[in-house]
């Protein structure tokens, strides 16, 4: 099983909808989640942190997490085509010496 | 305030020469991650440094990579004769602690070997 786990994609959502990205994680003690975006050819950019049970918001992005299920989601209101970016996942390993990346998914807003 | 800086930010150099790159933390950072990253795939995790204690070199693909760096400012990281399979996109992070602080990713140093 691999440690963070998150669909590929490419998800394609109309402009103006909500767009749901999901990440699963194996590791129980992890106490700290971070969702970072990369635009294609650049580097990533934090987007949101989160390290409680339940509802993170921040203006068009809500992070959610459920420690019980091992899942972590970001939501995207009112997607833009800016918004279209690799969106990636991520949490410490053990030691706190690295941060663990998903894949990433690869979302597409179109207009 | 200032992001955390990388350069070159373009590298182009010939197979079995040697290359290394330069990361400026942001200021008061004390933790320091090179990752690197191949085309089309994820972050893959190189070194660690925290203040002054040893550095967690257990990413480094191969004792071609080292590393440096001094105190909490900035580090290098070297690559002695370079392969093909070495062409990536090397990045930096910095983040105030560890434990549960963000990090902050540099815009990268892209790396080609012919």
């Known amino acids: 099983q691999k440690e963070v786990e998150q669909n590929s994609g490419p998800l394609s959502v109309p402009e103006g909808a909500i767009a749901s990205l999901n990440c699963t994680y194996s590791?129980?003690?992890?106490?700290?989640f971070f969702w970072y975006r990369q635009y294609s050819g650049k580097s990533p950019e934090l987007i949101m942190s989160?390290?409680?049970?339940g509802d993170k918001e921040d203006g068009r992005f809500t992070a959610q997490l459920n420690k019980a299920s091992q899942y972590v989601s970001l939501l995207i209101r009112d997607s833009q085509p800016s918004d279209s970016a690799t969106y990636l996942c991520a949490f410490p390993g053990r030691g706190y010496n690295k941060l663990i990346f998903g894949a990433g998914t690869r979302l597409a807003v179109h207009p | 305030g200032a992001g955390v800086s990388q350069s070159p930010s373009n590298k182009v150099t010939e197979k079995g020469k040697d290359v290394e790159l330069r990361c400026d933390p942001i200021s008061g950072h004390t933790a320091l991650y090179w990752y690197r990253q191949r085309l089309g795939q994820g972050l893959e995790f190189l070194i660690y440094?925290?203040?002054?204690?040893?550095?967690?070199k257990s990413g480094l693909p191969s004792d071609r990579f080292s590393a440096e760096r001094t105190g909490e400012s900035v580090s290098t990281l070297t690559i002695q004769r370079t392969q093909q399979e070495d062409s990536a996109v090397y990045l930096c992070?910095?983040?105030?602690?560890?434990?549960?602080?963000?990090?902050?990713f540099g815009d990268g140093t892209r790396l080609s070997i012919l």
């Open positions: 590791d129980r003690g992890s106490q700290s």
């Open positions: 440094f925290q203040g002054n204690s040893a550095p967690d």
């Open positions: 992070a910095s983040s105030e602690g560890t434990g549960h602080q963000p990090q902050h």
């Open positions: 989160i390290y409680s049970n």
